[in-house]
């Protein structure tokens, strides 16, 4: 029978080979065969081929490549550029001004498209040299995209939540009604942190503008139109009881289809660079999903479940103990993994003690969410951080990070709320869906 | 993709590709029928079984089929921040390193899928709902893991060959892509997307 430091040896020998630069698919891979030839036997691992067609023959998890798609269409017919534009218009009076309008077009690009780096790449293009002659504060400006960008895998349709979901055989309608209150409750708390520091110090933001006339802003309005929605749509069809999550994605893509045709944005090559996107996208999630729900078999096999079940009651820790433990721990993981290889490749090893301490499986779901998005902001391997110091291309990255902290302060801050209020997320899964 | 800068991507890409295509049309055919399924159940109250069982075959064929695309392209996920920091040297042994296991997991993978087929051959198993034969499915999902396969191996040879022989270039075509190099398509993408815009 293993044994707890054996166990701990594996997830050690996993964390070496991702850092050596091994695919993560791999290095998951790697570990489950080694444990499953070393414990079971290798004939065992033969079977290899049937668990694979099993993890990816899967009809929730279909909803992955279908949401990537409906952004795709989303972001390709240009409705994601407009809606910068008028949200700007609309929340620019605000003390910080346009700053608010990078929080609120990251939020709306990020729930849509469902891309961390096509967000802060478009927003960040769109916004950065908006911003040059207006006299922001740099960081601030930069911090507001990064942070903001990281919205969008909570704010649903989210494909970190399907997985989870898929992993874990958690409603992932459950999920999506869980994530839309602590997603507007962590816009807002990111509008406050740029409000209060626009109000202590006026420096930092840029001096206050005439707004637009108001029939082009109404007009203006209109943009916010279809995808506004297309998320409407897809929200209300799983909620109005009569879709699940891949249908009523499908029904996204084609209304989102229909969109695109509308606005003469329909052709054979945006059909196909959207499908190659898609495709390679959903690829690189289900090769590492696919790869996780080996491991998670192969130690479920073994026993490890129950031994960390056994273990970690043994250590007689409470729910609040274990969370600022996992909190620690992804936070340190967060620095150097990347996001969804994080949430799926701790979730086998996890899951188990949540289930043993009776911590809600859909409100640890929105948690983990919660760290991916910091593990998206961490230095050194914050992706976003990157991406919008990329797209600037002058100065150093170090004023990127200096900008997302205050915004890093507020997502363990957000972390704090939900645990000591957790009908944050508890609330609207319970109302929408009994 | 005249620019394409690795000799065996230059062959294997537009396979890659072409096939990807076709699954991208797959999907939007599944997404109209899905659609089509869903006013009918709401409506007219027909309802048709087996669309998860057609869902499911969707996704495993979009994940094989693109993870050939995906690794054409040297998409799949890695960990490059200790690994740039590393020396040189390293780096490029490191590089070839990683390409020879994951051409190694595709391997496998492609070897125990064909297995798969045989099983449901020996059983003659179909979809309970569809009813078509499940191998009709499995084949696809195989071809997909046989060209991911063929193309990791390609890149490990290849790679391994820059490596004995002292050659440049194993960094360039087979190190993480960086975020530069992923930024620079999601720019290049809006860009694209301005010039219609303004047409």
Redesign the interface.
Known sequence: MITISAATLGFLLLIVLMSLGFHVAFAMFAVSIAGASFYLGVPATLEYGTQYWSATNNSVLVAVPLFVLLGEFLVRGGFTDRMYRSLADWLSPLPGGLLHSNLGACALFAAVSGSSVATAATVGTVALPAFDKRGYDQRLVLGTIAAGATLGILIPPSINMIIYGAMTNTSVGRLYAGGIVPGIVLTLLFMGVVVLACRVRPALAGPKEAPRPLVERLRGLADLGPPLAVFGLVMGAIYGGWATPTESAALGVVVALGLCAVRGRLSIRMLHESFLSTLSITAMITLITAAAFYLNFVLGVMGVPDLITRFVTGLQLSQGQMIVILTIFYLILGCFLDALAMVVGTIPVVFPIILALKIDPVWFGIYLVLMAELALITPPVGMNLYVVQGIRGRGNIREVIEGVLPFLLMMLLMVALIWFWPKLVLALPALVMG | MSDFPNPVGRVAEPIA?TV??L???A??A???A??V??VG??LFGLSFKG???L??????I?????????MA?R?????????VRLPRPV?RV??T??LI??AG?AG??A??????ID?TLEFSSSAPNLGIPLWVP?SV?LTGLVLFAAIAIAYALHALFLLSTGRPGIDALYG?LS??E??HS??E??EA??Q??HR
């Open positions: 590709r990807s295509i699954v991208g049309w999907i939007l599944f997404s109209v899905l659609t399924e869903i159940r709401k669309m998860d069982e869902g499911g075959f969707v996704l495993a979009t994940a094989a089929v693109g993870a050939s695309y995906a392209m998409g799949h996920t890695r960990v490059d921040v200790f690994l780096q490191l590089n390193l990683a296991s994951l997991f496998f993978a070897w125990r899928g064909w297995a798969v099983e499995q999902w993480p975020v530069e992923e930024l999601e720019l993408a809006l997307r301005h219609e815009e």
